[in-house]
């Protein structure tokens, strides 16, 4: 089993930024690899980063160039940082990790980009 607490989200203004938090416990040995999705009301859930242990990273194009995902495997911690924010990155942002076979989620963390 493996546990993923986020933090981070909240509410920012466009062009603003925001850092997010997700940090693995449990077993954590076979964790690869970690990553955000996002969901915004009424859409489907998307990929937004993903990183490998090893440190490859793939982005949505919505967010290249303005997100960054990071990973410190000493911590077991991923982060996304993400700046420029538009109001249609809005959404609850999800942390998942892959421990072999099988996809655990974190509760997720609602970030709302607004003036």
């Known amino acids: 089993q493996v546990q993923l607490v986020e933090s981070g989200g909240g509410l920012v203004q466009p062009g603003g930024s925001l850092r997010l938090s997700c940090a693995a416990s449990g077993s954590i040995a076979s964790i690869d690899p970690m990553g955000w999705y996002r969901q915004a009301p009424g859409k489907q859930r998307d990929l937004v980063a993903i990183?490998?242990?090893?440190?490859?990273?793939n982005y949505a194009d919505s967010v290249k160039g303005r997100f960054t995902i990071s990973r410190d495997n000493a911590k077991n911690t991923v982060y996304l940082q993400m700046n420029n924010l538009k109001p249609e990155d809005t959404a609850i942002y999800y942390c998942?990790?892959?421990?072999?076979?099988?996809?655990?989620w974190g509760q997720g963390t609602q970030v709302t980009v607004s003036s």
């Open positions: 990183i490998t242990r090893g440190g490859t990273t």
């Open positions: 998942f990790a892959r421990a072999g076979v099988s996809i655990y």
